[in-house]
Antibody, heavy 119, light 110 residues
Framework: HLQLQESGPGLVKPSETLSLTCTVS??????????WGWIRQPPGKGLAWIGN???????YYSPSLKSRVTISLDTSRNQFSLELSSVTAADTAVYYC???????????WGQGTLVTVSS | QSALTQPASVSGSPGQSITISCTGT?????????VSWYQQHPGKAPKVMIY???NRPSGVSNRFSGSKSGNTASLTISGLQAEDEADYYC??????????FGGGTKLTVL
């Protein structure tokens, strides 16, 4: 039974870097069948794709975030991570990690973690 | 890339059918058969209901169906039930190898 769990600071100061980790249990992130992704949802708003990573390390990022985002793998810990630099209040959101099937649809999702950007 | 266009809200009575549209462009919805639909209840993570335009994952009710014509995809829910009340989001793969979501539609079961 595959499960994903996000972890990381719930509060980040403006201009700093947001860092989150997704721990995967029940499957290996080195499984070549899947991609692994991050999606966010500002409070009261819709879903926004951040990016995906393949087990080879190939990454795909949202054009609007590409200059600030890095997604990486840690296969030894069966985790993948998100870093978003130079954050502002607009980056306040619930951040979800998920397994991407064939790059284009996500199942399952983690429960999500709220990250607030505030001084 | 711009978000896909969905109606802000739709409603229907129990037992009825409703359809939610998702309009994109030839660079996303119109380009491939890679449109998916997600259901999200308040405070919960999204759940995939349809993938690749018209495929249902195991465990999803056959009351949910998907289709696509040109640059517009649609999600139809038949035999509406109270538990279907939720937010629904479409998503599409794009010609730039990225993903884009719709703005979301709030379904109210009257």
């Amino acid at each position: 039974h595959l499960q994903l769990q996000e972890s990381g600071p719930g509060l980040v100061k403006p201009s700093e870097t947001l860092s989150l980790t997704c721990t995967v249990s029940g499957d290996s992130i080195s499984n070549g069948t899947y991609y692994w992704g991050w999606i966010r949802q500002p409070p009261g708003k819709g879903l926004a794709w951040i990016g995906n990573i393949y087990y080879t390390g190939i990454t795909y990022y949202s054009p609007s975030l590409k200059s600030r985002v890095t997604i990486s793998l840690d296969t030894s810990r069966n985790q993948f991570s998100l870093e978003l630099s130079s954050v502002t209040a607009a980056d306040t959101a619930v951040y979800y990690c998920a397994r991407a099937q064939s790059r284009d649809w996500f199942d399952p999702w983690g429960q999500g973690t709220l990250v607030t950007v505030s001084s | 890339q711009s978000a896909l266009t969905q109606p802000a809200s739709v409603s229907g009575s129990p037992g009825q059918s409703i359809t939610i549209s998702c309009t994109g462009t030839s660079r996303d919805v119109g380009a491939y058969k890679y449109v998916s639909w997600y259901q999200q209840h308040p405070g919960k993570a999204p759940k995939v209901m349809i993938y690749d335009v018209n495929n249902r994952p195991s465990g999803v009710s056959n009351r949910f169906s998907g289709s696509k014509s040109g640059n517009t995809a649609s999600l139809t829910i038949s035999g509406l039930q109270a538990e279907d009340e939720a937010d629904y989001y479409c998503s599409s793969f794009t010609t730039s190898s990225t993903l884009v979501f719709g703005g979301g539609t709030k379904l109210t079961v009257l």
